[in-house]
């Protein structure tokens, strides 16, 4: 029998403090798990340890005229790999809610220690999509319109902290297309792709380079509305 040949990918991921890049990972379809790859592409200073969670909690282990936002930026890079790895099992088809739920505690402590930092309530919305996709897969409809609809109000969060956050407009508008998708009523499923529509278009309006990351979504919702 011929064995179906290996396909190979990598993951790339940019953190938001600008003194440190996650850099690209090659990895196999065939691993069983690409985690070790991923967190080796965390720098050395943003790398995360599970103790400290419980420090931050406690009010402990934070160097003595260290910023707060050291430890903010280091749950969120964590929960940036956890949910790289969530994707990953999605595509496997394998269930992602463990790593989304420990993406989402993370981000909920970054919000609670920087709560006017708008990439917080942003990337949590994104952890609200990728369960909702994967509720989807499952047919478990309600639960994907609770994760939806709490996804894009995270997201409404971090657009009302940063009006000019594309990534905020685009993940309203992806969040709505997925709404669209399992709407059953004609008329509401043409007004959430008309709002996905507007939504993306006005990310790329903010920001002309997301184009590759939401040209598909924008044709999805073009179509919807063309009906």
């Known amino acids: 029998m011929a064995h179906r040949p290996r396909r190979s990918a990598s993951i790339v991921c940019v953190s ?29 200073n943003l790398r995360y340890r599970p103790v400290d969670d419980q420090k ?7 160097p003595e005229g260290s910023p707060r936002r050291w430890y ?12 790289l790895e969530a994707r990953w099992q999605i595509q496997r088809r394998q269930s992602p809610t463990l790593l989304l739920t420990r993406a989402r505690q993370r981000l909920e402590k970054a919000m ?29 409809l309600e639960d994907a319109r609770r994760e939806l609809s709490e996804g894009i109000n995270m997201a409404r969060q971090a657009v009302a902290i940063d009006v000019n956050l594309a990534e905020g407009a685009g993940t309203i508008g992806v969040l709505s297309l997925l709404q669209a ?15 996905a529509r507007q ?9 002309k ?17 063309s009906r």
């Open 209 to 225: 380079y997301l184009q590759r990351e939401y040209a598909a979504p924008l044709t999805e919702a073009r179509a919807f509305t």
């Open 112 to 140: 609670a220690l920087e709560p006017n930092e708008a990439s917080y309530p942003c990337a949590l919305a994104g952890v609200h999509r990728f369960q909702a996709e994967w509720n989807i897969r499952q047919n478990a």
């Open 181 to 195: 998708q399992i709407e059953p009523d004609p008329v509401r499923r043409s007004e959430l792709a008309l709002a």
């Open 56 to 62: 931050l909690v406690d009010g402990l282990g934070t």
């Open 16 to 44: 938001h403090n600008s003194n440190s890049t996650i850099r690209s990972v090659p990895y196999s379809e065939s691993q069983e798990n690409p985690a070790d790859a991923i967190a080796a592409a965390v720098p050395r």
């Open 199 to 207: 939504s993306i278009e006005k990310a790329l309006a903010l920001n």
């Open 72 to 83: 903010c930026t280091r749950f969120r890079s964590a929960a940036e790999v956890d949910i």
